[in-house]
């Protein structure tokens, strides 16, 4: 297994299931030290453990929380010396159902988790040393790139995930690189409504003919982070199985 990513240190949003979860054990495997952030502290108990408190630590709070973003960073400063990789997971999705009846704060609450907060962390990074050289990784979806799903407001908010990748891309440059996942329907607990029940269903219309799991999307979101994407920047690789080649 290679080590590309000894020395580095990373901050995980959501990072104790699914896809945070699968990006922490990547980049731990590869030789990084990590924070994770959740809301349940038990859930971060059994993540620390199971990744090493060596290389592992914690911060509960929740992702739109401005002093948990900057106790967080703080953390990673202190336990592990420094910040080099910003992953931006953390989402919540209670809007369902079509948007002319949607509750407007339910609305307003997916925008300031799955996009203002990813601002926040990625000003409370820059301010704590990751100016000084590295990556984030924001984790958008397919719902951000075509339209027609009931979870209107969580697609808008992806939607303006990868724009802001892309306005980040241009300002942080050249010390830090900014890019984004666009995962289709991966196994989580998160996206289980959109598969449970229906699973053969709903991967028949995937060229590949599953859906995703962690390490899909794993994979490809360490690249993004990895020197070997040290000439990329602003972009949104789209992670699908090849549901959306059809339009």
């Known amino acids: ?61 929740s992702a739109d929380d401005e002093a948990h973003q900057a106790e967080a960073v703080a953390l990673a400063v202190e336990r592990f010396g420094g910040l080099h990789l910003l992953v931006n997971n953390a989402a919540v999705n209670p809007q369902y159902g079509p948007l002319m009846d949607a509750d407007l704060n339910a609305v307003r609450k997916v925008f300031e ?12 990074a820059w301010r704590a040393g990751l100016s000084e050289g590295g990556a984030v990784l924001n984790v958008a979806s397919v719902g951000g790139i075509r339209a027609g799903s009931p979870i209107g407001a969580y697609n808008a908010s992806k939607a303006a995930v990868i724009h802001l990748t892309r306005q980040l891309g241009v300002e942080l440059g050249p010390r830090v690189r900014v890019n984004a996942i666009a995962p289709a329907v991966v ?61």
């Open 187 to 247: 196994k989580t607990k998160f996206a289980a409504a959109l598969y449970e029940g229906r699973e053969d269903e709903v991967a028949a219309a995937y060229p590949l003919k599953r859906l995703g799991v962690p390490t899909d999307t794993a994979k490809a979101a360490a690249f993004l982070l990895s020197d070997d994407a040290s000439w990329i920047t602003g972009e949104t690789l789209v992670v699908d199985g090849g549901v959306t080649l059809g339009g």
């Open 113 to 124: 988790v799955n996009v203002t907060a990813i601002l926040g962390w990625t000003q409370q």
């Open 1 to 61: 297994m290679s080590k590309d990513f000894d020395g580095k240190v990373a901050l995980i949003t959501g990072g104790t299931r699914g896809i945070g979860l699968g990006i922490a054990e990547e980049l731990v495997s590869r030789g990084a030290r990590v924070v994770v952030t959740a809301r349940k502290q038990d859930e971060l108990d059994t993540v620390v453990a199971a990744l090493g408190e060596n290389v592992a630590v914690a911060a509960r709070g």
